[in-house]
């Protein structure tokens, strides 16, 4: 089968799209788009989010799969849950075309790539170059698509924010001195600094963009990992609800700003 060209494409995601999950968004209410919240992070930020009663369009790469994501859109009728690839930028288009007619006031930007501890700790000789280039596409050039193609809806709305979730491993000023990760340092530092860039221009538009560091999450799901990191990390909950004080007390001044989640301390490059 021939594939359809990819403005062909567009015009028909814009035509079917609108009549799945989009039914759900309450008018009037605040609305935030969230990427990968399927689990972690980003599925606590559906709950919390959702318990406010605001809209939330929570995307995941395989939504059939994201059960948990699934049940608390089912006791959330406001809570949409739509398919997406951060690193498929038609898919990105597409969506954005279904909803172009939709303000975002806040365009949260959390999917990515995260090392698995054993890899993480390889030096140079166990550098993994696939792994290092989709962590590029997924964490760097992913949330810079995200806000290009969202950014009509996001300057549509009141609340005009992007929030992007960064990491300190990207921070030459606080990664830690030490060889290791570097295929997820490399790309979160490549991150901050499209994001640095981008807000100069977010600065011009009225749009308040800054990154968030979430701290030291525990999102392993493995009992004895658990319990070896439990007096090292915190919880997802306490991250997502500490984040969310420093996202309601942003002002336009605080455009551009790398922000640590718990003291709103600004992090440097």
């Not at 054993?118 to 792994?131: E, H, I, N, R, W």
């Amino acid at each position: 089968m021939t594939a359809l060209p990819r403005a062909a494409a567009l015009f028909l995601a814009a035509l079917v799209l609108p009549l799945t999950a989009s039914a759900a968004l309450k008018e009037g209410a605040t609305t935030v788009l969230i990427t990968g919240a399927n689990r972690g992070i980003g599925l606590e930020y559906v709950n919390q989010l959702a318990a406010r009663g605001w809209n939330v369009i929570a995307t995941a790469r395989k939504p059939a799969e994201a059960t948990d994501l699934q049940a608390v859109a089912a006791r959330n009728p406001q809570v949409a849950i739509e398919a997406l690839d951060v690193a498929d930028h038609a898919a990105v288009d597409a969506l954005a075309a279904k909803y172009k007619n939709q303000p975002i006031d806040i365009l949260l930007l959390n999917a990515g790539i995260t090392p698995t501890y054993p890899s993480a700790m390889k030096q140079l000789s166990g550098v993994d170059f696939d792994m290092a280039r989709q962590s590029f596409e997924v964490n760097a050039i992913g949330p810079l698509k995200m806000s290009q193609a969202f950014m009509p809806s996001v300057l549509a709305s009141g609340k005009k924010q992007i929030v992007v979730l960064s990491s300190k491993a990207g921070s030459f000023g606080e990664s830690p001195k030490m060889p290791f990760m570097y295929e997820y340092r490399a790309s979160k530092a490549a991150l901050d600094m499209y994001m640095y860039t981008l807000a100069f221009e977010t600065g011009r538009k009225g749009v308040t963009l800054v990154l968030l560091s979430p701290g030291q999450v525990l999102t392993v799901q493995d009992p004895k990992m658990r319990e070896m990191m439990k007096n090292m990390t915190i919880e997802t909950n306490e991250s997502v609800a500490k984040m969310l004080v420093v996202i309601d007390s942003l002002t336009p001044a605080d455009n551009g700003k790398f922000l640590n989640y718990e003291d709103r301390r600004v992090i440097p490059w």
